[in-house]
């Protein structure tokens, strides 16, 4: 068939043939030509969207290079998918006429550039769209499940806000009623200080009617015995009188004064040596409830196995060693009593007391012989000098009195700390004395001229205690932070230090070598100190609470701490 040449479209018709429906039994299908509308440029833009996509996901995610070859499947074009289209369906003589007519399109250059465009694969697109719904659907469940978490926390939150937010509305009202409670109690007060004014007053005044009373009775009853001796004399017979020596009238007083020793006394334990004591191997023989109250203060008699204790309780009390049998008990402060000490003769024994005053007791006569009142605040300790004639106190005064106990009297008044005095001790067969300060300081006074000798600093905390050894020379001092320091007395330096812990040491005691220190601690036990290496040797434990002193016998065998549970142990 001759070529025909459409003027109009510019198409060349190769052949023309007729199929008719009654050459077979196949029924035809008619091809409709796609009409180049939008879907087209949907499909298109659809394409070019995931490509995009693809290559945009590919360039943030960080990945390394595969060694291994990857199989690109190429899109097909539009071309090929007509021509796919028309393989599978078997319309041959189609598929030649298109690819007849593409040809030539494309040959000429009349095919335009959109039709021959890739086409996505739908299946692949399926595929692609399956796996992002299938991972979207797995975010949008751990997504659910962290909510659900997040809903659970803050259910929970919401909750304890709630319990707080109540909580804190008990805590105001209490508070509004604490507030109004104080109010009427100050006020209450207020309503009493008046007749508390009163009432101290009429107690002054009692106190110095008494004192007045006293005097009187003293003197009325000096004056009953010089008319007693008087009757007798005068009722006395002619002839049994006989000269008599003149004898001083009762009513009057001759006291003397107490001298202080000289300087050129030898101290009988500067040659002695002495073994260390044993105290770290100590332990507890018999644990006793002596006091209904803290014991403040223990010390031995320097001659019979008798020690005293002093209590918060406003008594003193003397038992046995080691069966803690009582002997003596003796009341007459009114506050607690803080400090106590043996005559060096073991005939009498000085109390202190925080209602600031210093009692002498004698053990013949189960009396109070002297009471000393001049300081103005708390009395911490007291001790007797080696001759038994001066008694050294501390106060919360800030000061250091002189008693002389023959005449009765202060001698000297030591003045230079600037806190609290804790603890005084006498320098054994001198007539210094030694003092440890609420001011970190440790002090050696002259007591005859009642000037200060040496000071001796380093403590950061306030100090405790101190004790002076046997031979004087040298000075252990325990402070509030637990540290125990060594001094020597003639160099005024220090020789070491040993930390104990944290826990203030309250008491301290020296063997008679000088080389063991015994101390009491506020975490209940008592630490045993080697002062030569400067360290704990051991930690002996039992009480309940603070030991609030310890005392060793003048021979070293037994020891004795005191405690804040009321109960002394003899170790």
């Not at 996901?57 to 390394?64: C, G, I, V």
């Not at 030694?434 to 970190?440: E, M, Q």
């Not at 080389?515 to 040797?537: E, I, M, P, W, Y």
């Amino acid at each position: 068939m001759a070529d025909v040449i459409r003027p109009e479209d510019g198409v060349q018709i190769l052949e023309r043939a007729e199929i008719s429906d009654d050459e077979d039994d196949f029924e035809y299908e008619m091809v409709a030509e796609e009409p180049e509308d939008d879907d087209d440029d949907d499909d298109l833009a659809d394409a070019l969207a995931s490509i995009n996509m693809k290559r945009s996901s590919a360039a943030t995610e960080k990945s390394l290079e595969s060694t291994t070859s990857v199989t690109q499947v190429r899109p097909s074009v539009v071309d090929d998918f007509v021509r796919n289209f028309l393989i599978k369906a078997g319309m041959k003589r189609t598929l030649d006429s298109f690819n007849a007519e593409w040809y030539e399109m494309q040959s000429k250059g009349r095919l335009p550039a959109e039709i021959s465009s890739a086409v996505p694969d739908i299946y692949l697109r399926n595929d692609e769209l399956d796996q992002q719904a299938r991972v979207l659907r797995e975010q949008v469940d751990k997504m659910r499940q962290v909510a659900g978490r997040a809903q659970a926390t803050w259910d929970k939150f919401r909750k304890e806000r709630d319990f707080h937010r109540m909580h804190h509305k008990r805590v105001v009202q209490e508070k509004n009623k604490l507030i109004k409670d104080l109010k009427r109690v100050r006020n209450h007060l207020r309503s009493y200080e008046p007749m508390i004014d009163e009432l101290k007053g009429k107690h002054q005044a009692a106190l110095k009617e008494k004192m007045l009373i006293k005097l009187e009775r003293d003197r009325m009853k000096a004056k009953v015995k010089v008319l007693e001796e008087q009757v007798a004399n005068l009722t006395r017979p002619e002839e049994e009188k006989s000269p008599t020596p003149k004898v001083r009238s009762a009513t009057r007083t001759v006291r003397k004064e107490a001298v202080f020793p000289s300087d050129s006394i030898v101290n009988p334990f500067s040659t002695v040596e002495f073994d260390p004591c044993t105290a770290d191997k100590f332990k507890t023989r018999k644990t006793y409830k002596g006091h209904l109250n803290s014991i403040a203060a223990v010390a031995f008699h320097p001659k019979k196995p008798i020690f005293a204790t002093a209590s918060d309780d406003e008594t003193w009390r003397l038992w046995t060693v080691p069966d803690s049998d009582l002997v003596m008990s003796g009341e007459g402060h009114t506050s607690w009593v803080s400090g106590l000490h043996f005559h060096p003769h073991g005939s009498h024994l000085v109390t202190s007391s925080g209602d600031s005053t210093v009692k002498i007791w004698e053990f013949a006569q189960a009396r109070c012989t002297h009471t000393f009142t001049e300081h103005t605040q708390a009395v911490w300790g007291c001790e007797f000098h080696h001759g038994g004639d001066f008694v050294a106190s501390c106060s919360m005064d800030h000061t250091v009195r002189i008693w002389d106990v023959i005449s009765g009297r202060c001698r000297q008044s030591l003045r230079g700390h600037v806190d609290s005095v804790n603890a005084v001790k006498w320098q054994p067969f001198s007539n210094n004395a030694c003092t440890a300060s609420g001011d970190k300081t440790v002090s050696v006074w002259d007591a005859r001229t009642g000037l200060c000798v040496q000071t001796l600093y380093g403590h950061s905390n306030s100090c405790n205690d101190l004790a002076v050894s046997h031979r004087g020379d040298t000075i252990a001092s325990c402070d509030a932070d637990g540290v125990v320091k060594v001094w020597d007395i003639r160099m005024v330096s220090e020789l070491g230090s040993v930390e104990t812990g944290t826990h203030p040491v309250n008491k301290l005691t020296l063997d008679r070598s000088g080389a063991r220190a015994v101390c009491g601690s506020d975490d209940g036990s008592v630490k045993v100190l080697d002062l030569q290496n400067f360290r704990v040797l051991n930690q002996l434990t039992g009480h309940d609470d603070a030991v609030q002193c310890v005392g060793l016998s003048p021979n070293d065998a037994f020891m004795v701490s005191g405690s804040s549970d009321a109960t002394f142990r003899i170790w």
